[in-house]
């Protein structure tokens, strides 16, 4: 079965021809970015290129500020998505208790219910709390919708996974708390690393809530410092597109370093 | 007390106290179920965001719904969209999967690389194809250059293209997402199966569904359903690149629901929509959800 016969070879051809009809709108995305402003040339034709562009976007854009409200924001609730995700996953996937199964029933209530109904009323009590404007809301916000998603994939993993280690810890007379952290959470590590890549996605990617919560203010997440930039410089899309690289890059990096994991971590999930 | 409510598998002692759920469950009911409780009581009543105490108007939201020229659209709209982006994308996410599984010598580059796009920022990735789709953009000028000048289009300018348009980007960012998914069914099937169907004279296609299709239908229910939610709730892609138009022509209920809100102040109409998105998504999942769950059953 491990002949590389040339059935192989054809479909190694299709598959990276389909790769290259896949990543036509990036090269088009960096080349356009790295273009002379006034180059009126087609825009799939290669030019010389110049680094220009990357530094008006970074001036107009305000894209620094944004970089460092984005990853706060998706620092903050990914460290509380993973902590009270993983907390809450154990008592579910340990006790076989009714109220054990009804919570469990409830999160996954979470995960269908689309937050554009939630959006409105979350918006007025956020006002009422004085956290409008301020990317606290965002971490709350985030945590709450996040950590359906995050439980069902910790206690599925948890379900596969020997209860002796906690046991011991605790014969060895640790504390619920102390066993939890200094054993359980440590053994997640192969799914905490998917919980990690998969929320911080979809935080940084996230448009709709930060337009709401944030807007009038000078804090903007990256999203929305673009869809404002690129509003007001439309027609000069060489230096638009750096902004948009610019943008997207961090997460670009984030998953090339931990590809491996992120691809391989859905198996986990599956299991579950 | 607390420690009793753990479980005690095998007679060990309990590990797990109720307690460990409460922050999380904090959380998830203040952002989620409480808002989402009073956003289905909203859309009776005639909100405007303001008053404290809104009147009671019953049905009023829904009946406006149903004569609102622009509702009607964007619910079409939304479902046409969830269906597209759910056949097509999942079938080009299991074509990507079976190819990426194949002995080929690329795959784990190409695997890598088919799923970048689902990183990318939907904003970004809508910016990028409303250049790509403009009447000189770069789609109809590699038409022109490989000399089929008669397909180019209005991509987004046509109002019988528009949605489609929408539709396939949001297909091009996460068919490597569905990839991934169907990857990891495809690498729980035992290499034997295989082996031994092949050694019974199967061919390809018949292995193909006797044995990778049926062992592939929990990847396949996951795939469903996220696609199917996803494609309901479609909003960035859309306000990126139409804002709903030409014409309401790629409106979809999100942007609806945002416009009427945010735009218009019309509170409780914007809400009823969302409450109809709400139905619509859980009617939709449990169908599906219980359909899938019956093939896997009998698999």
Redesign the interface.
Known sequence: ??R?TWR?AV??A???A??LV?????Y??VS?SLRQPGDQS???ALSTPTLANYGDAWQQAGLGSALLTSTLITAGSVV?VVV??A??A????????T??KA?FG??ML?L???????????Y??MRDLGLLGNPLALV??Y???Q??FS?FLYTGFLRALD??Y??AA??DGCG?LR??FSVVLPLLRPITGTVVILNA?FV??D??TPL?YLSGTGQQT??VA??GF?GQYVSQ?PM??AG?VI??AP??LV??AL?KR??QG??G???G | MATKLGSRRRGGPPTAPWWFLAPALAFFVFVVVVPSVQGAGYAFTDWDGITPAPDFAGLDNFRTLLDDETARLALVNTLLAAAGITVVQNVIGLLLALGVHARIRSRTVLRVFFFAPAVITPVVTAYLWKYLYAPEGAINALFAALGLGSWQQDWLGDPDLALWSVVAVVIWQFAGYSMVIFLAGLQSIPQEVHEAAALDGAGALGRFWHVTRPMLAPAMTINLMLSVIGGLKLFDQVWVMTQGGPGGATDTLSTVIYRQAFQFNDFAYSIALALVLTVLVAVISAVQYRGLRRREDFS
């Open positions: 079965m491990n590389y192989t479909l190694e299709a598959m990276v389909a790769a896949f990543a036509f709108p990036v088009v995305l356009l087609s825009p799939i509380l009270l995700s907390m809450a154990y008592p579910l996937a340990r006790s076989t208790r109220w054990s919570a409830l999160f979470g269908l219910l689309p937050f554009q109904l939630a959006l409105i009323p979350l007025q009590s709350v916000f945590t709450g919708l950590t359906p439980v209860p002796a906690e046991e605790l014969i619920p066993a939890f996605i940084w990617n448009f709709l709401l990256v999203p673009l869809f690129v899309w638009v597109f948009l943008g997207t997460m670009l998953y090339f590809q992120v691809i859905f198996a999930g599956l299991k």
